[in-house]
Structure formats: structure tokens, C-alpha cells
Antibody
Framework: QVQLVESGGGLVKPGGSLRLSCAAS????????MSWIRQAPGKGLEWVSY????????NYADSVKGRFTISRDNAKNSLYLQMNSLRAEDTAVYYC?????????WGQGTMVTVSS | EIVLTQSPGTLSLSPGERATLSCRAS???????LAWYQQKPGQAPRLLIY???SRATGIPDRFSGSGSGTDFTLTISRLEPEDFAVYYC????????FGQGTKVEIK
């Protein structure tokens, strides 16, 4: 079935780095834009970034621009988010999702905690 | 950035009642780019409505979306026990943004 599975979350110190991965299955990954969306504990949803199907176009929220990098490997059906210079306010569940306009498939999320 | 404001913050209703959720945008949104999501505790959001009024695959017809410009509405015609959750609207302008959510709770 159509599925997205995130991994790579964990506890990291302020200023540290982390790389999230998202494995896609059940659909033609290379046909779709993909996105990362996060949710701080007890808070609402915040779009983080998206990438076009061929990686030619990316876009970022102002809150992460210059610190996070989205990428994908269509041969591996995988999406990535490289997060550098992490801050306490980056603490959240990070979801990968299919789409650019509306997000029709979501993963279960991976928790990122930034704390000393 | 387009800011979405949802109201009310919390809606207390009984099963079988009608729920009307509002989403107001700080500037006009193309109807093609307005979506609604449902999120239950500990779960990822689920797409309900896209293009302001089109139901996503597998979504029951008690869920309907309407509106245009800056004012959009999600209506649940008769609440089922599984509908009590948090609902978010979302738009795509130059970058996607979400509303802050409306919690539909059991009265």
C-alpha cells in the first residue's frame, strides 16, 4: 500500500545537526513533489520545505532557510532533510508528506528534540 | 505570507449534530489551493478536502467544504464519534501555511 516511513529523529544539542530520511513505497515516487512538515509539541502544523519531482526546484520556510536542506533520491524512493545549526525551537515531530499544494499522504512522523 | 485564522478555537458538540468550522485568510486564496485536514491525538494529519470543496479519496460525504476568496468553511453534517478531532485548514500561496486549528470536542 501507499506508505511513507520517516527515520533519523532523536536528541541533539543546540547547534548540532541531524539528517532525516523518508522511505516511500506503493506509488511512483519520482512523479511527485514531496514535502516536510513539522509540529512542535502541543502546537499546530508548520510547513518546512518541498522539493520538485526531479529535484530542480526547492522551497523553504523562512524559519529554516539557510539551515535546512531538502533532497531526494528517486532511485531509492527516498526523501531527506539535512538539518544544521539546530535550535530549541526546531523541536518537533517531523512528517514527510506527498504533494506541494495539498498533502495527501503522510508518514507517521519522527521526533526531533533539540536540548542541551 | 498568507495568514489563516480558524474559528472557533474549540467547538463543543454532541454526536449527530452539525459542525461548521471557519477559515479566514489574510488575503485572497485561489480555491484550488485550499485544503482541510483532520488530526487525532498521536496520529498524522489526514487530508479531507482539497481545492476548497473536493473530498479526498475515502472521505465520507458528511464532510463538505465551501468558500472562496478569503472565507472558507468545513461542514460536518452529522458528527460521528470518530469525527472528534482537531481540524486544520491550509493554503498554498507562494508557500504553504496552516491555520492554528479548531478542536471539535464532545459536549
Amino acid at each position: 500500500q501507499v506508505q511513507l516511513v520517516e527515520s533519523g529523529g532523536g536528541l541533539v544539542k543546540p547547534g548540532g545537526s541531524l539528517r532525516l530520511s523518508c522511505a516511500a513505497s506503493g506509488f511512483t515516487f519520482s512523479d511527485y513533489y514531496m514535502s516536510w512538515i513539522r509540529q512542535a509539541p502541543g502546537k499546530g502544523l508548520e510547513w518546512v520545505s518541498y522539493i520538485s519531482s526531479s529535484s530542480s526546484y526547492t522551497n523553504y520556510a523562512d524559519s529554516v532557510k539557510g539551515r535546512f536542506t531538502i533532497s531526494r533520491d528517486n532511485a531509492k524512493n527516498s526523501l531527506y532533510l539535512q538539518m544544521n545549526s539546530l535550535r530549541a525551537e526546531d523541536t518537533a515531530v517531523y512528517y514527510c508528506a506527498r504533494g506541494k499544494y495539498a498533502f495527501d499522504i503522510w508518514g507517521q512522523g519522527t521526533m526531533v528534540t533539540v536540548s542541551s | 505570507e498568507i495568514v489563516l485564522t480558524q474559528s472557533p478555537g474549540t467547538l463543543s458538540l454532541s454526536p449527530g449534530e452539525r459542525a461548521t468550522l471557519s477559515c479566514r485568510a489574510s488575503q485572497s486564496v485561489s480555491s484550488s489551493y485550499l485544503a482541510w485536514y483532520q488530526q487525532k491525538p498521536g496520529q498524522a494529519p489526514r487530508l479531507l478536502i482539497y481545492g476548497a470543496s473536493s473530498r479526498a479519496t475515502g472521505i465520507p460525504d458528511r464532510f463538505s467544504g465551501s468558500g472562496s476568496g478569503t472565507d472558507f468553511t468545513l461542514t460536518i453534517s452529522r458528527l460521528e464519534p470518530e469525527d472528534f478531532a482537531v481540524y486544520y485548514c491550509q493554503q498554498y500561496g507562494s508557500s504553504p501555511t496552516f491555520g492554528q486549528g479548531t478542536k471539535v470536542e464532545i459536549k
